[in-house]
Nanobody
Framework: QVQLVESGGGLVQPGGSLRLSCAASGSIYRVNRMGWYRQPPGKQRELVARITAGGNSNYADSVEGRFTITRNNAKNTIYLQMDSLKPEDTAVYYC??????????????WGQGTQVTVSS
């Protein structure tokens, strides 16, 4: 089994910054793509940013230029640096990972979610 543990959420004023972390642990042979999704109140979950093991990343248009996703493969950890935060960034942020448990099989996992609230 694989666990994703997120940290770094909280309350911040508009224009402020937060950094989220997500560490994968457990029965891991290789971690492929990892990413962050978010679910604003009353809305569906949406992609924020994701990154491959090789470091290629892509972002939602709404966060491009404000958020930066990075990765430490040795620690199976990803980070999301969120700058110039806006009230519309308020959501529960979820970590997602595509994990191989051996050379032939894998699965997708979600973290428990961390709340980010942008408000004055």
């Amino acid at each position: 089994q694989v666990q994703l543990v997120e940290s770094g959420g909280g309350l911040v004023q508009p224009g402020g910054s937060l950094r989220l972390s997500c560490a994968a642990s457990g029965s891991i042979y290789r971690v492929n793509r990892m990413g962050w999704y978010r679910q604003p109140p009353g809305k569906q979950r949406e992609l924020v940013a994701r990154i491959t093991a090789g470091g290629n990343s892509n972002y939602a248009d709404s966060v491009e230029g404000r958020f930066t996703i990075t990765r430490n493969n040795a620690k199976n950890t990803i980070y999301l640096q969120m700058d110039s935060l806006k009230p519309e960034d308020t959501a529960v942020y979820y970590c997602h990972a595509e994990v191989m448990s051996d050379m032939w099989s894998g699965d997708r996992y979600w973290g428990q979610g961390t709340q980010v609230t942008v408000s004055s």
